[in-house]
């Protein structure tokens, strides 16, 4: 009944989990683009019914096809690939935090006086408080809805150079 005290038992259960967790990264490998595959190193077969399950629209065979992507999931170390896919995911957390926050600073920009010009000035004295100055002019007194636009896009690249540099 028991195995060999080297050979640690591992349940069926747990079998079944580990397999629904391939499955699951699999499904997951389905949604990523083209160029994103070549930093994962992941083997032919696998890419290519990644690559399959993206053209099958029918829902039976699309089912059937990510099973056969969660068999292949088990017979490499996946440990490699959640990592990736982690850092992937946080990385893009992290863009549409830094997105979120020029946006808000675009918006008290707009909407403050000077106390919120001083502000930005503060936190990224590289800025140029003339050109700054002269873009948040722009975006206030367009003439209409669309120049209004315009010159807040251009405010918010500009935030977006200095933010970063």
């Not at 595959?37 to 829902?59: C, G, K």
């Not at 440990?79 to 863009?95: C, M, N, V």
Request: glycine share 2%; charged share 40%; hydrophobic share 40%.
């Amino acid at each position: 009944m028991y195995e060999d005290d080297d050979e640690e038992y591992i349940s069926r259960n747990q079998l079944k989990r580990e397999a629904e967790e391939a499955q699951a990264l699999g499904e997951r490998l389905v949604t990523l683009k083209e160029a994103e595959f070549a930093a994962l190193d992941l083997p032919e077969p696998l890419l290519e019914a990644i690559r399959a399950a993206r053209s099958i629209r029918q829902h039976g065979a699309l089912r059937r096809q990510r099973q056969y992507i969660g068999k292949l999931m088990r017979k490499i170390d996946i440990e490699p690939i959640r990592a990736a896919l982690t850092e992937r995911e946080q990385d893009r957390h992290r863009d549409a935090r830094a997105f979120k926050a020029l946006e808000a600073w675009r918006e008290r920009l707009l909407k403050e006086d000077d106390k919120a010009l001083n502000a930005w000035l503060a936190e990224h004295p590289e800025s140029d408080a003339a050109t700054l100055r002269d873009f948040i002019d722009t975006a206030r007194n367009a003439p209409n809805a669309a120049a209004r636009k315009t010159a807040s896009r251009a405010l918010f690249r500009y935030l977006s150079e200095q933010g970063t540099a």
